[in-house]
T-cell receptor, first 114, second 117 residues
């Protein structure tokens, strides 16, 4: 089975801190994604990566950056955390294909910014 | 651009009743479609996918979905609801079909399914 592991289930940080969320997948997937999930808004794509050191902005990249130095690891960085970034963050990965490959998700990190 | 609309943010059924969760999509190309389920405090789990083979797709836990091109729909059904089906369900459409894809999905807003005893 595909395993997508997010480093923390729950995280509490303070306003202005630099926050790192880590995600690791064990299936040699080319594509990796970061979403945030808020009630009533569904999943919104922050950034994605289709190869090592490659990244593309999603729908809501402001206030975030990402890093992909190794194929299996995709990190989300909150440069200066703010209270409106309190949310559930989900990481996902998939094979490169023609759009028919499902994404596989981690269990999420519930981040609170105080 | 692709989009997905899930009709009904909340659906409530009795145990043993039919489950019907509605999804309509908009796509400029023949789509690839997915249904995911999310249990409390967990990530999303793939239920089933449509990738242009059979129009009736069977998934896990007794769920199935039918692709209807004329109605641009991909509704999720289960003949008999179980208490363990209570969760949030998401429909998603792929960013492309047949061409090079980054694997991006556009998700609907989600439907919370409640099952009453």
């Amino acid at each position: 089975d595909v395993k997508v592991t997010q480093s923390s289930r729950y995280l509490v940080k303070r306003t202005g801190e630099k926050v790192f969320l880590e995600c690791v997948q064990d299936m040699d997937h080319e594509n990796m994604f970061w979403y945030r999930q808020d009630p009533g808004l569904g999943l919104r794509l922050i950034y994605f990566s289709y190869d090592v050191k490659m990244k593309e902005k999603g729908d809501i990249p402001e206030g975030y950056s990402v890093s992909r130095e190794k194929k299996e690891r995709f990190s989300l960085i909150l440069e200066s955390a703010s209270t409106n970034q309190t949310s559930m963050y989900l990481c996902a990965s998939s094979f490169r294909g023609v759009g028919n490959q499902p994404q596989h998700f981690g269990d999420g990190t519930r981040l609170s910014i105080l | 651009a692709q989009s997905v609309t899930q009709l009904g943010s909340h659906v409530s059924v009795s145990e043993g009743a039919l489950v019907l969760l509605r999804c309509n999509y908009s796509s400029s190309v023949p789509p690839y479609l997915f249904w995911y389920v999310q249990y409390p405090n967990q990530g999303l789990q793939l239920l089933l996918k449509y990738t242009s083979a059979a129009t009736l797709v069977k998934g896990i836990n007794g769920f199935e979905a039918e692709f209807k091109k004329s109605e641009t729909s991909f509704h999720l059904t289960k003949p008999s609801a179980h208490m363990s089906d209570a969760a949030e369900y998401f429909c998603a459409v792929s960013d492309s079909a047949g061409g090079t894809s980054y694997g991006k999905l556009t998700f609907g807003q989600g439907t919370i399914l409640t099952v009453h005893p």
